[in-house]
């Protein structure tokens, strides 16, 4: 694929993702592809990718995804980004998230994601969901 068009590729996941429709992200997999998220097993076909997204936008409802970069070496393809978010969803903490990460991708024939693995810190995460924060705390 083409760096503009992988760009554009990239730039639309990131709107769908922020657009509170799952299945607009699952969208941009082969309809056999997957989505594994660190070392979580991976979400195979469009039904299961939009339930993991799903679960995302459920748990932050405000759910905001920023494209921080992408990186075309040879064969290799990674989407970096920042998510932020309040768990505020069913059983949320009401905590604000602000983690980044990033997807290694592959592409099938369709021109489509046919691999997606997903990497974050999650004890960052977690830190973020379960910290008590005091008055005049700077929130990241």
Known sequence: MKPAKLYE????YTSAWCSQNAASVAAFFSPAGYLKIN????AVGRTAITSAAQSFMTAFPDLLVRMDRIIL???SIKYH???TGTHTGPGGTGKPVRI???EDWKFGVDG???ESDGHFDAAEYER???THSRAG???P
């Open 9 to 12: 590729f990239a730039a639309e």
């Open 128 to 130: 973020q969901l379960n």
């Open 81 to 83: 980004w920042t998510l």
């Open 100 to 102: 980044s990460g990033h």
């Open 112 to 114: 489509l994601i046919a």
């Open 39 to 42: 070392d979580g097993s991976p």
């Open 137 to 139: 705390d700077e929130i």
């Open 73 to 75: 070496d040879g064969a």
